[in-house]
């Protein structure tokens, strides 16, 4: 049995995504951040002062993965992470001063990501496929 990749949607969806992991890469690291870390800055730029398990649960990764990615953002000046008033367990992310500053930039790096990368699509092209992305999602989500 023969598997043509360029006929794989999983196949094209991890390319596209390595492609475009890449060129937000080039276009945040003069900020300081990396592409790992965009996603837990959006959330928390949305809602600041969550738990670790929020967190995992909103962004749809593994606890390790986040403890990780969070262990990095600390080092790094971006988050803060303090006991949290009810649950001894539990502790609240918090962005710091640097990762608020950065906010703007960021933004206009993933727009100007985005912008490349559906440069070829027309508008409704652009909708269609948003859409159909989030589809995949939602179906990918019921079939955990």
């Given at each position: 049995?023969?598997?043509?990749?360029?006929?794989?949607?999983?196949?094209?969806?991890?390319?596209?995504?390595?492609?475009?992991?890449?060129?937000?890469?080039?276009?945040?690291?003069?900020?300081?951040?990396?592409?790992?870390?965009?996603?837990?800055?959006?959330?928390?730029?949305?809602?600041?002062?969550?738990?670790?398990?929020?967190?995992?649960?909103?962004?749809?990764?593994?606890?390790?993965?986040?403890?990780?990615?969070?262990?990095?953002?600390?080092?790094?000046g971006l988050i803060t992470r303090r006991?949290?008033?009810?649950?001894?367990?539990?502790?609240?992310?918090?962005?710091?001063?640097?990762?608020?500053?950065?906010?703007?930039?960021?933004?206009?790096?993933?727009?100007?990501?985005?912008?490349?990368?559906?440069?070829?699509?027309?508008?409704?092209?652009?909708?269609?496929f948003n859409n159909i992305m989030r589809?995949?999602?939602?179906?990918m989500k019921n079939d955990e």
């Amino acid at each position: 049995m023969d598997f043509d990749r360029m006929n794989s949607a999983g196949y094209l969806i991890n390319h596209l995504a390595r492609l475009f992991a890449a060129g937000l890469r080039n276009r945040i690291e003069p900020l300081g951040i990396v592409p790992g870390q965009f996603a837990t800055l959006l959330e928390l730029w949305m809602n600041d002062g969550q738990t670790q398990k929020e967190l995992v649960k909103k962004l749809d990764l593994e606890q390790a993965t986040l403890a990780n990615t969070l262990a990095r953002m600390e080092r790094d000046g971006l988050i803060t992470r303090r006991e949290h008033p009810t649950d001894g367990r539990a502790r609240i992310v918090r962005l710091t001063e640097k990762a608020r500053d950065i906010r703007k930039g960021a933004y206009e790096a993933a727009q100007a990501t985005n912008e490349a990368a559906l440069s070829s699509l027309s508008g409704e092209e652009r909708e269609q496929f948003n859409n159909i992305m989030r589809k995949i999602i939602v179906g990918m989500k019921n079939d955990e």
